[in-house]
């Protein structure tokens, strides 16, 4: 034997490194084992549910499911050209620059709408007109001047929104009449100089 090595050094590096191997063996064995339980649970729990929902099991009763109406129909907009007009306002000097867009809850009746626009134009001019820029300054007098002009273009459209008719019946019931396809106007442009 060559000098320096030493017969009883060998399995002594071999018995340093079985208790690491059994160290990890007990290791990885725990690591299986965890894995088989964490399975074994979930596969209960899984089978379990499935065994509810097929009504194996009696269950509490569950929340009625939220009934979601269709979504509504986006609205179609029908914008008018801008408009320019004398203010009421003594001296005539002042005038607005107005843009004007009707909400319209049908698409269809926008090609009706769209036959009546001359107009409506000029009643929307005869309205603003007759409107002084105190009134049109405010919130108060634009929400007012918006629901004027859509009570006259429905008018003009062949819709009363304010008039009513009654029964011949003593009792005076309101008949509803079919609603204008103007559901709001909205204002895209409102200068006042």
């Known amino acids: 034997m060559p000098e320096g090595i030493n017969v009883s050094d060998a399995p002594a590096a071999d018995a340093k490194e079985k208790p690491k191997s059994k160290k990890m063996i007990i290791i990885g064995g725990a ?61 005539g000097e002042r005038f607005v620059q107005l843009g004007v867009t009707f909400e319209i809850s049908d698409p269809k009746a926008a090609d009706q709408v769209k036959a009546y626009l001359p107009a409506i134009r000029n009643q929307i001019l005869i309205l603003v007109s007759q409107t002084s820029s105190e009134d049109l300054l405010k919130r108060e007098g634009k929400e007012k001047l918006a629901t004027e002009i859509l009570n006259e273009s429905s008018r003009i459209l062949g819709y009363d929104p304010d008039d009513e008719e009654e029964s011949p019946k003593k009792k005076k019931k309101k008949v509803r009449k079919p609603e204008s396809p103007l559901t709001a106007v909205l204002f895209a442009n409102f200068i006042v100089q």
């Open 31 to 91: 690591v299986a084992l965890l894995l088989i339980v964490g399975g074994g649970a979930g596969w209960f729990v899984m089978s379990k549910k499935n065994a509810d929902e097929e009504g194996g099991e009696e269950k509490a009763p569950a929340a009625a499911p939220v009934a979601h109406d269709k979504p509504k129909a986006p609205p179609t907009y029908l914008p008018l050209e801008n408009m320019v007009v004398n203010l009421a306002d003594a001296g």
